[in-house]
């Protein structure tokens, strides 16, 4: 009798197996599921795994989103624009230096307790810059690299934790309710910062962000113990964790040709976004001294803060919106492959049309979808895309692909304009055609992907 009580609670399932949820079709969905089942379609029995998810990614975006005020404050009141651009080139350099010691702490304790760990060093680090902050020190440069590093590794371990729950089939059905959480947390997030910062200062919204990441803990926890068992995964076996050796992540990126195609694909696609930020930022610049011209009463830069905080409010609602009604019915006609394909698309068709009437209205508008896209279907597809891979390449070859060659993106289009500005002489709608060859291009990579994601989808899946 005490063995079967002790077989039924969950703190004593044998060698840490998470406890079962009943059967898909055993019981009558609950309000949970019933409410996500609007987003897209759930099985009785998941809705307590999904339900952790949302709200485990709701929490992480929640403190990030906190944080990113603070970062650009601090970082533009130690040493301006240029600074800043310094800031974001060391972001790369440090990553290459901090995933090797990532990937040797994954092969040596497991992805568990390396995911608890990064989880500690977020909060310990955000303790430390508070107290630096309390004490007047100036931290705006050390800070902005280290929530960027920080950040996009905890993100990376967020949706590797996802992949690791869910298989091919459910994970695509899944993935647009986590992602919303995401969106939720995200938009959440950016709201409450600008009011939190003037009520609050700095340090004060570091605490309310620590608050948000100490759930987060709770709620990874919670999620993986009372995850879906018995789902049927089909890995690769190409993606075996290998032997520990020197930049083993970097290795197995190189050396795996869908791997290194989703880097491409993610350089391209942060090249092609931080060029079209430039536009945008030119034909606000513009728009602004038009208006200013005409006799407004407002200043340039109260006009140009307008403008962004219209474009933003835009951004996150037709991302909310696209993410609740259109990313899971995609996924489903279209599949991941597919869907990972809606947004090359729009940028190709949208910047010819930049690069023939490069006027803010146009501009304005591509912008926004282009954004309001990338933050849901492309953001949910893209890590959707990792569901097929055996664990090693889930975290350690995903962190090395969301940290370090999304930030090499980053460098590209930087060198991209000041190239093209400095020495030769681009106007926008230069840099629209050069954007429409570059989407040209990733849709081609794209294409390729979705080929190797449907070879590797299929049971007993060989090589990558």
Same mark, same amino acid.
């Given at each position: 009798?005490?063995?079967?009580?002790?077989?039924?609670?969950?703190?004593?399932?044998?060698?840490?197996?998470?406890?079962?949820?009943?059967?898909?079709?055993?019981?009558?969905?609950?309000?949970?599921?019933?409410?996500?089942?609007?987003?897209?379609?759930?099985?009785?029995?998941?809705?307590?795994?999904? #339900?952790?998810?949302?709200?485990?990614?709701?929490?992480?975006?929640?403190?990030?989103?906190?944080?990113?005020?603070?970062?650009?404050?601090?970082?533009?009141?130690?040493? #301006?624009?240029?600074?800043?651009?310094?800031?974001?080139?060391?972001?790369a350099l440090v990553s290459m230096l901090v995933l090797p010691c990532y990937g040797?702490?994954?092969?040596?304790?497991?992805?568990?307790?390396?995911?608890?760990?990064? *989880?500690?060093?977020?909060?310990?680090?955000?303790?430390?810059?508070?107290?630096?902050?309390?004490?007047?020190?100036?931290?705006?440069?050390?800070?902005?690299?280290?929530?960027?590093?920080?950040?996009?590794?905890?993100?990376?371990?967020?949706?590797?934790?996802?992949?690791?729950?869910?298989?091919?089939?459910?994970?695509?059905?899944?993935?647009?309710?986590?992602?919303?959480?995401?969106?939720?947390?995200?938009?959440?997030?950016?709201?409450? *910062?600008?009011?939190?910062?003037?009520?609050?200062?700095?340090?004060?919204?570091?605490?309310?962000?620590?608050?948000?990441?100490?759930?987060?803990?709770?709620?990874?926890?919670?999620?993986?113990?009372?995850?879906?068992?018995?789902?049927?995964?089909?890995?690769?076996?190409?993606?075996?964790?290998?032997?520990?050796?020197?930049? *083993?992540?970097?290795?197995?990126?190189?050396?795996?040709?869908?791997?290194?195609?989703?880097?491409?694909?993610?350089?391209?696609?942060?090249?092609?976004?931080?060029?079209?930020?430039? +536009?945008?930022?030119?034909?606000?610049?513009?728009?602004?001294?038009?208006?200013?011209?005409?006799?407004?009463?407002?200043?340039?830069?109260?006009?140009?803060?307008?403008?962004?905080?219209?474009?933003? *409010?835009?951004?996150?609602?037709?991302?909310?919106?696209?993410?609740?009604?259109?990313?899971?019915?995609?996924?489903?006609?279209?599949?991941?492959?597919?869907?990972?394909?809606?947004?090359?698309?729009?940028?190709?068709?949208?910047?010819?049309?930049?690069?023939?009437?490069?006027?803010?209205?146009?501009? %304005?508008?591509?912008?926004?979808?282009?954004?309001?896209?990338?933050?849901? +279907?492309?953001?949910?597809?893209? %890590?959707?895309?990792?569901?097929?891979?055996?664990?090693?390449?889930?975290?350690?070859?995903?962190?090395?692909?969301?940290?370090?060659?999304w930030r090499l993106g980053d460098l590209i289009q930087v060198a991209t304009i000041?190239?093209?500005?400095?020495?030769?002489?681009?106007?926008?709608?230069?840099?629209?055609?050069?954007?429409?060859?570059?989407?040209?291009?990733?849709?081609?990579?794209?294409?390729?992907?979705?080929?190797?994601?449907?070879?590797?989808?299929?049971? %007993?899946? #060989?090589?990558?």
């Open positions: 009798m005490g063995g079967a009580a002790q077989r039924e609670h969950p703190s004593h399932s044998r060698e840490g197996s998470p406890p079962r949820e009943p059967a898909p079709g055993s019981r009558k969905r609950t309000s949970l599921e019933a409410l996500f089942s609007l987003v897209t379609r759930l099985e009785p029995g998941e809705g307590r795994s999904v #339900g952790l998810c949302f709200a485990n990614g709701f929490s992480l975006l929640f403190a990030i989103y906190l944080l990113r005020p603070v970062r650009e404050a601090l970082v533009l009141a130690d040493g #301006g624009a240029e600074n800043r651009s310094y800031a974001v080139g060391a972001m040797a702490l994954y092969r040596r304790y497991g992805k568990a307790l390396v995911t608890r760990g990064n *989880a500690l060093v977020f909060l310990a680090g955000l303790v430390l810059f508070w107290l630096a902050t309390t004490a007047g020190l100036r931290i705006g440069f050390a800070f902005f690299v280290w929530l960027g590093v920080v950040g996009a590794i905890a993100v990376a371990q967020f949706w590797a934790l996802a992949t690791e729950l869910y298989d091919v089939e459910s994970g695509s059905r899944l993935f647009p309710v986590i992602a919303l959480g995401v969106s939720l947390g995200a938009w959440t997030g950016s709201l409450v *910062a600008a009011e939190a910062t003037l009520a609050l200062g700095s340090g004060g919204v570091m605490v309310l962000a620590g608050a948000a990441l100490t759930a987060t803990l709770l709620l990874s926890e919670s999620a993986r113990q009372w995850g879906p068992s018995g789902t049927g995964r089909r890995c690769s076996s190409a993606f075996a964790t290998p032997k520990t050796r020197p930049l *083993a992540g970097f290795a197995s990126v190189v050396g795996s040709r869908y791997l290194l195609l989703i880097a491409l694909s993610v350089v391209l696609l942060n090249w092609i976004n931080g060029i079209g930020d430039f +536009i945008m930022a030119q034909a606000v610049a513009d728009r602004a001294d038009a208006l200013v011209s005409d006799g407004s009463a407002a200043g340039r830069g109260e006009l140009i803060g307008a403008i962004y905080g219209r474009f933003y *409010a835009w951004v996150n609602l037709l991302g909310l919106l696209v993410q609740v009604l259109l990313v899971s019915r995609l996924m489903r006609t279209l599949g991941v492959a597919g869907a990972a394909l809606v947004l090359p698309l729009i940028m190709a068709l949208g910047y010819v049309l930049v690069a023939c009437v490069p006027i803010f209205a146009i501009v %304005h508008a591509i912008k926004t979808i282009e954004n309001c896209c990338s933050h849901s +279907i492309q953001s949910t597809s893209r %890590h959707a895309l990792f569901l097929p891979l055996g664990g090693f390449a889930r975290f350690e070859g995903k962190i090395v692909i969301d940290t370090f060659f000041y190239v093209g500005t400095t020495w030769l002489g681009l106007e926008a709608r230069h840099f629209g055609l050069l954007n429409v060859g570059l989407a040209l291009a990733l849709v081609l990579v794209v294409v390729l992907i979705g080929r190797r994601y449907a070879r590797l989808s299929e049971p %007993h899946a #060989g090589g990558a």
